[in-house]
């Protein structure tokens, strides 16, 4: 999984990390929290983010409001 300050990057480029820590930690679940904190986002824009792939279908939304595959 790549780590790198993303508050300012692109989102084309936030996308590629965030898709990409997915896609080779297959079960991987992160709380809103732990992934603005692993991939160094703002609460709103990576709340933003994971929505997004969320209405996508590329992540869901467990109960416990964990976001994963």
Known sequence: MTM??????KVDAVLDVILG???HAPGLRL?????????????ARCQGVLDALVDAGFLNRGHDGAYGR
Do not use: N, V
């Open 21 to 23: 820590g997915y896609a």
């Open 31 to 43: 709380t809103l929290e732990q992934a603005c904190r692993i991939w160094s986002l703002g609460d």
């Open 4 to 9: 790198f300050s993303c508050e300012f990057a």
